[in-house]
């Protein structure tokens, strides 16, 4: 073998060694922790909802839901609205964002969300809003019909 493919091999085999080195102690002296943010989900009870008597076919319509929030580091994450013809199951859902810091006071924080509803066809349509649990931990609903006018 010539003198210059020897020296080639051997920086070739002491950069490699170097390199798993350096690839070992980069993987074994990294410390992975998780600093952000804990998110949770939870469905509140409806308090009340100002609901129109009435629709007109093809409107869309803001609806105000009132409901109550446990702290301030519960954020409103949205409406689940589940459609079965023409009746709607509505839920509120909010994030808990455990920063550690948060405590659960005695007052009651309430807050107020558009729900946003487009009469798509006649007839009527029944809203049940989900209002919390009843002694037999049975779902009870707020429950509205609207009819839709032409």
Do not use: W
């Amino acid at each position: 073998m010539h003198l210059c493919n020897r020296i080639k091999m051997m920086y070739m085999k002491y950069f490699l060694i170097i390199m798993t080195i350096l690839g070992l102690l980069t993987i074994t002296s990294c410390e992975i922790s998780d600093d952000g943010l804990k998110v949770s989900y939870s469905v509140v009870a409806v308090d009340s909802v100002q609901m129109p008597s009435t629709f007109d076919f093809g409107e869309t319509y803001d609806i105000p839901v009132f409901y109550s929030k446990p702290s301030e580091c519960h954020v409103f994450d949205g409406f689940n609205v589940t459609a079965d013809l023409n009746v709607r199951n509505i839920s509120t859902v909010l994030a808990e964002l455990d920063s550690g810091d948060c405590a659960t006071g005695n007052s009651v924080i309430v807050e107020e969300q558009t729900l946003r509803f487009t009469a798509a066809s006649n007839g009527s349509y029944v809203f049940k809003f989900f209002s919390g649990l009843g002694p037999n931990n049975e779902a009870t609903y707020l429950e509205y019909t609207v009819f839709v006018l032409e």
